[in-house]
C-alpha cells in the first residue's frame, strides 16, 4: 500500500514538473487536441513509412525516376504543414474584430481621413456613420447588418457579452464568438471560420490526394506481391481497408465544403437553419447570402485573409429575387452564376 502511495506521489510530481516545463499540457482539451495532432502525424509517417519499408519495387522505381518519389514526398511533408497551418491560425474571433474597428474607426476620428480598413461590411470601407453617436464603433457597425428597429439585445452574446454579427456564433470548446462559424474540428483543435475555411478546403484537397496516390500505391504493391509473404499481406490489407474508409471520408468532406463555398453557407447554417433566427423564414433552397458560385468562388480563393468581412443580412426584394427560379436566359448570359 506505501509503495503504490510512494508511486502515485512520484507519478503526480513527474507530472507536475512536466505542466511547468509546458504549460499548454496542464489544460485537458489542449492535451487532448495535442494527442491527436501527434496521433495524426504518426498516422501518416506509419502508413508511408511501411509502403517504403516493404515495397521493393518502388525503391527501385525511385532510383530510376527519383521524380515520381519526390512529387510524392513533396505532397506528403506540404499537407502536413497545412495541416499544422491550419491548426494554428485564427478562424476569426467576434472580438478581435471588435477590437479592430474600433481602432480603426479612433485613427478614423484622429486623422479624418479614411484609411485602409480591416473590417469590411459587404466590400464598404469601415467608417460610414460611425461618428456622432453614443454607440460604440462595433454596436453601430453590426447594427447597420441587421433590418431596421432590430433590437441590439437580441444579439448579444449571453456567454462573451459581445455584439454578434450575422453568421457569428459562439463555441463552447473556444470560448469565444467566431465569425461565419463552420465547426469546431477536434483533429485541428480550432474552430473553423471565416478566418481558416479556405485553408480548411485547400488542406482536405491536399489530404484526398495523398490518399488516393497512398491507396494507388499500396494496391500496386499488393498486385505485384500478393503471395510472396502472408504476415505482410494482413498488414498491407488492413492498412489499404483503413486508408479506403479515410478516402470515401475525405471526397465527401471534400464535396461537402465544395457545396458550402459554392453556395457560400457553412455548416452550421446548413444544419441549424430552422434554429437560426434571421434564416426561419427562408426557404431551404434559397441561399440569403450567396453571390452566384462564381462570385463565391472568387471571394472566397482570392479574398484578403486579414480582412474581417462583415455581410449583411439581404432585404425581402433581394430574397425574392433569389428565389426566382433562372430561366435559359439567366443561363445563357451566366447571370445565374454571377
Known amino acids: ?33 495535442l494527442c491527436l495532432k501527434v496521433a495524426l502525424l504518426m498516422m501518416h509517417l506509419t502508413y508511408a513509412g511501411i509502403l517504403f519499408l516493404f515495397d521493393q519495387d518502388l525503391i527501385e522505381k525511385t532510383k530510376e525516376e527519383p521524380w515520381y518519389t519526390i512529387i510524392y ?20 474571433y467576434v472580438v478581435d474584430a471588435m477590437k479592430a474597428a474600433n481602432e480603426t474607426d479612433g485613427l478614423f476620428r484622429k486623422t479624418s481621413v479614411a484609411s485602409n480598413a480591416v473590417v469590411t ?65 477536434v483533429w485541428l483543435g480550432t474552430c473553423i471560420g471565416q478566418g481558416n475555411h479556405r485553408r480548411f478546403w485547400w488542406y482536405i484537397c491536399e489530404e484526398t490526394a495523398l490518399c488516393l496516390w497512398t491507396v494507388i500505391l499500396y494496391i500496386t504493391y499488393l498486385k ?35 457545396y458550402l463555398v459554392v453556395t457560400n453557407q457553412t455548416t452550421y447554417e446548413l444544419v441549424r437553419r430552422r434554429r437560426i433566427l434571421y434564416l426561419r423564414g427562408i426557404p431551404e433552397r434559397v441561399y440569403p447570402f450567396s453571390k452566384g458560385p462564381c462570385r463565391n468562388l472568387y471571394y472566397f480563393c482570392f479574398g484578403r485573409s486579414s480582412t474581417y468581412n462583415l455581410e449583411r443580412l439581404p432585404t425581402a426584394q433581394e430574397l425574392e429575387e433569389k428565389s426566382r427560379p433562372s430561366t435559359c436566359t439567366d443561363v445563357l448570359f451566366c447571370r445565374c452564376c454571377c
Open 1 to 33: 500500500m506505501m509503495m503504490m502511495m510512494s508511486l502515485r506521489e512520484t507519478w503526480n510530481c513527474a507530472f507536475d514538473r512536466c505542466f511547468l516545463f509546458f504549460p499548454c499540457l496542464s489544460d485537458p482539451a489542449r492535451r487532448s487536441s
Open 224 to 258: 505485384a506481391n500478393i503471395a510472396k509473404s502472408w504476415w505482410i499481406d494482413v498488414i498491407m490489407i488492413l492498412l489499404l481497408a483503413t486508408l479506403s474508409i479515410s478516402l470515401i471520408f475525405l471526397l465527401l468532406l471534400l464535396f461537402f465544403h465544395t
Open 73 to 92: 514526398l513533396f505532397l506528403f511533408f506540404s499537407t502536413l504543414a497545412q495541416y499544422f497551418l491550419t491548426a494554428a491560425s485564427s478562424p476569426g
Open 121 to 185: 461590411m459587404d466590400g464598404n470601407q469601415l467608417g460610414r456613420n460611425l461618428l456622432g453617436s453614443n454607440a460604440t464603433s462595433w454596436t453601430k457597425l453590426v447594427m447597420e447588418l441587421y433590418p431596421p428597429g432590430t433590437s441590439v439585445r437580441s444579439w448579444i452574446c449571453v456567454y462573451c457579452n459581445v455584439v454578434q454579427p450575422p453568421r457569428a456564433k459562439h463555441c463552447h470548446d473556444c470560448d469565444k464568438c467566431v465569425l461565419q462559424f463552420d465547426h469546431h474540428c
